[in-house]
């Protein structure tokens, strides 16, 4: 359609003689003007009624130990991808850190500068991305999560670590969504439970209100003309705490951020910790309990967990093919 000119600025597409309808159900405009409007309006059209690109993004919520972080980084965070891909295997991470994945395993051990012990006569089997000072291996110091991009070639390994997570009990994927949007539309998905409390009404009274312990993620992503994604995230991740005289405490973990990801990308945002301590006490009946002499018959251990709250995002964009499919 158009817009008349006048006082306010506008400019006229269509002539004096042109008139517009919109259908909105349908979607469709019905002009009417000279064959010379017709053939500009049609054209303007052609470039700015293209479908809306849309991301497919798929989110990994999980609560890991605190070792999980540093694990996943020295196994992703500077494995060398371009040896994988054709390229030089080894190359430098740090310093005089080399990596070394393929290419010839003769020559690993010149490659990442370590020695040979006795436990460890076949460096083929050794994932050493940087080194340790440990085991007669002489080297840097291993890396950690702080490369929190993942290009999409570590993508498959970051799904066997995620897996091998629950198996091996050291944390679990609390959640798993997957939404698609549109480009520059934000996503929300929301999945848990309202609880109960009491509130204070104007004439006295008390009323039942209810306030939400949910996992909510919502994502609103922006195709750049390279093809990157631009996310701009806000995650919750609230649960039911301690049950007080007003009504539950609700104990929250809140993220939010925006970062640059490449199609089919990981990034990982982390660093929301939990600890909990606890203290065991192990003692001989009746004699643990003798004064003073009980210390002898006892003995108390303490333990200390902790948990760190990871978010993996991966956005995918869609293709037009596949869309129209």
């Given at each position: 359609?158009?817009?008349?000119?006048?006082?306010?600025?506008?400019?006229?597409?269509?002539?004096?003689?042109?008139?517009?309808?919109?259908?909105?159900?349908?979607?469709?405009?019905?002009?009417s003007d000279i064959p010379s409007k017709l053939e500009e309006i049609q054209a303007?059209?052609?470039?700015?009624?293209?479908?809306?690109?849309?991301?497919?993004?798929?989110?990994?919520?999980?609560?890991?130990?605190?070792?999980?972080?540093?694990?996943?980084?020295?196994?992703?965070?500077?494995?060398?991808?371009?040896?994988?891909?054709?390229?030089?295997?080894?190359?430098?991470?740090?310093?005089?850190?080399?990596?070394?994945?393929?290419?010839?395993?003769?020559?690993?051990?010149?490659?990442?500068?370590?020695?040979?012990?006795?436990?460890?006569?076949?460096?083929?089997?050794?994932?050493?991305?940087?080194?340790?000072?440990?085991?007669?291996?002489?080297?840097?110091?291993?890396?950690?999560?702080?490369?929190?991009?993942?290009?999409?070639?570590a993508n498959r390994f970051l799904n066997l670590e995620l897996s091998a997570l629950?198996?091996?009990?050291?944390g679990k994927v609390v959640s798993s969504p997957r939404v698609i949007t549109a480009?520059?539309?934000?996503?929300?998905?929301?999945?848990?439970?309202?609880?109960?409390?009491?509130?204070?009404?104007?004439?006295?009274?008390?009323?039942?209100?209810?306030?939400?312990?949910?996992?909510?993620?919502?994502?609103?992503?922006?195709?750049?003309?390279?093809?990157?994604?631009?996310?701009?995230?806000?995650?919750?991740?609230?649960?039911?705490?301690?049950?007080?005289?007003?009504?539950?405490?609700?104990?929250?973990?809140?993220?939010?951020?925006?970062?640059?990801?490449?199609?089919?990308?990981?990034?990982?945002?982390?660093?929301?910790?939990?600890?909990?301590?606890?203290?065991?006490?192990?003692?001989?009946?009746?004699?643990?309990?003798?004064?003073?002499?009980?210390?002898?018959?006892?003995?108390?251990?303490?333990?200390?967990?902790?948990?760190?709250?990871?978010?993996?995002?991966?956005?995918?964009?869609?293709?037009?093919?596949?869309?129209?499919?």
């Amino acid at each position: 359609g158009g817009s008349s000119g006048g006082s306010g600025g506008g400019t006229r597409i269509l002539s004096t003689r042109g008139s517009v309808i919109f259908e909105p159900r349908t979607n469709q405009l019905f002009v009417s003007d000279i064959p010379s409007k017709l053939e500009e309006i049609q054209a303007m059209i052609a470039k700015i009624d293209i479908p809306v690109r849309q991301v497919l993004i798929e989110a990994r919520i999980v609560e890991a130990n605190d070792k999980f972080g540093r694990s996943l980084g020295i196994k992703l965070g500077a494995n060398d991808l371009r040896g994988q891909q054709g390229g030089i295997p080894g190359y430098s991470v740090g310093g005089g850190n080399y990596v070394t994945v393929g290419g010839n395993y003769s020559g690993i051990g010149s490659q990442t500068n370590q020695g040979v012990a006795a436990n460890y006569n076949n460096t083929q089997f050794i994932n050493l991305p940087a080194n340790t000072s440990s085991d007669s291996f002489s080297g840097g110091t291993a890396a950690t999560v702080a490369l929190s991009l993942f290009s999409a070639t570590a993508n498959r390994f970051l799904n066997l670590e995620l897996s091998a997570l629950e198996s091996d009990g050291k944390g679990k994927v609390v959640s798993s969504p997957r939404v698609i949007t549109a480009d520059q539309v934000k996503a929300l998905i929301e999945q848990g439970e309202e609880l109960p409390y009491q509130v204070a009404t104007a004439s006295g009274a008390t009323s039942i209100a209810f306030r939400k312990a949910n996992l909510k993620l919502e994502v609103t992503p922006q195709i750049t003309p390279e093809g990157s994604v631009i996310l701009s995230v806000d995650v919750n991740k609230d649960s039911r705490g301690t049950l007080t005289p007003q009504g539950y405490a609700i104990n929250t973990k809140h993220v939010q951020t925006q970062v640059l990801v490449e199609n089919g990308g990981t990034v990982v945002i982390g660093g929301i910790y939990t600890q909990d301590e606890g203290e065991t006490v192990n003692k001989v009946p009746v004699l643990g309990d003798v004064p003073f002499l009980g210390n002898l018959f006892k003995n108390k251990t303490r333990t200390t967990s902790k948990t760190e709250l990871l978010i993996f995002l991966t956005p995918k964009v869609v293709s037009e093919r596949a869309t129209v499919r």
